[in-house]
């Protein structure tokens, strides 16, 4: 019981932080491209190549990662979001942009957990 609580919580915590991003992202680029959506979806990427990064190296409870990763990032990143923008733009024959941002989600985001986790690496390096 106590892994489902924290699970909410953390996902809350996401879903607020994901609320909050995406509509500043939305009010400084006023466009059709979804900017919320990606930024959102890149950062959370980045962040969990970071944490992943520190947290191979310290031994967490699983609680506490469940926390992190499932709930709180879980509640953060927004595929199903991406997915519907995707649709969305195919359909409104905005295949450009529809495209773009398939592309930008995917290989921007792989190549950001990548950065997160090499970035963690160098920062572990350092302290030691």
């Given at each position: 019981m106590v892994?489902?609580?924290?699970?909410?919580?953390?996902?809350?915590?996401?879903?607020v932080f994901r609320y909050a991003l995406?509509?500043?992202?939305?009010?400084?680029?006023?466009?059709?491209?979804p900017w919320g959506t990606l930024f959102?979806?890149?950062?959370?990427s980045l962040v969990i190549g970071?944490?992943?990064?520190?947290?191979?190296?310290e031994s967490l409870p699983s609680n506490l990662r469940s926390f992190v990763f499932i709930g709180i990032l879980g509640g953060?990143?927004?595929?199903?979001?991406?997915?519907?923008?995707?649709?969305s733009m195919f359909r409104d024959g905005e295949l450009k942009l529809a495209i773009s941002n398939v592309l930008a989600n995917n290989i921007l985001g792989i190549a950001l957990v990548?950065?997160?986790?090499l970035i963690s690496k160098q920062i572990l390096n350092m302290i030691r």
């Open positions: 892994k489902i609580i924290l699970l909410a919580t953390g996902g809350a915590i996401g879903t995406s509509g500043l992202t939305y009010r400084v680029f006023d466009s059709v491209f959102v979806n890149l950062s959370g970071l944490l992943w990064g520190f947290f191979e190296i953060f990143t927004t595929f199903s979001t991406f997915t519907l923008e995707s649709f990548f950065a997160g986790f």
